[in-house]
């Protein structure tokens, strides 16, 4: 039970730590952007799993970071399994300046993505071609033709055409 308790620790310090440095802070930067509320030496011994963390503090962490307490908590499926590399991003910045009328369904999908990978960073969000085929439906358009648009839209980089032939993505 003990190791299995320090395998969540260390888990969960995991993703604490991803969704700091997602957010660009080292354990130096938490501490001075907090006031000195997080001490570096606390929030590194959680983020190692060597100090257990109460739901009070962990609650106080994720309204820190202005994330749901959910994106700290591990994931209770298999760990350590690297996802392949993602093939095309998207410029979430520049999408909140495409009129709604025509970003609305790539942003709600972009939300989503974000809300089940626990990602907060804001600025980019990587999608596979699978969420492109996705969203060519929901655009009723071909997938290279969406690619397209996007690009012409600013949201995803030119450079994604070389990913998006449209033999691959039927």
């Known amino acids: 039970m003990a190791e299995e308790n320090s395998s969540y620790a260390k888990a969960l310090g995991g993703r604490l730590r991803a969704i700091r440095t997602q957010q ?27 100090r257990a963390v109460t739901v009070q503090r962990l609650a106080e962490l994720a309204d820190f970071y202005s994330v749901p307490v959910s994106a700290l908590l591990p994931d209770s499926g298999p760990t350590g399994h690297p996802e392949p590399p993602p093939k095309l991003v998207l410029d979430l910045e520049k999408l909140q300046s495409v009129p709604s009328e025509k970003a ?17 960073n ?49």
């Open 104 to 120: 609305g369904p790539l942003a709600r999908y972009a939300a989503t993505i974000q809300s089940q990978r626990g990602d907060y």
């Open 24 to 50: 660009g802070l080292s354990l130096q930067g938490v501490e001075q952007r907090s006031g000195g509320v997080w001490k570096a030496v606390v929030v590194g011994s959680y983020e190692r799993g060597d």
């Open 122 to 170: 804001g600025k980019v969000l990587s999608i596979r071609a699978d969420d492109l085929r996705a969203l060519a439906v929901i655009y009723d358009l071909p997938p290279s033709d969406l690619a397209e648009e996007l690009i012409g839209w600013g949201v995803l980089d030119a450079d994604a055409r070389r990913a998006v032939r449209p033999h691959d993505l039927g």
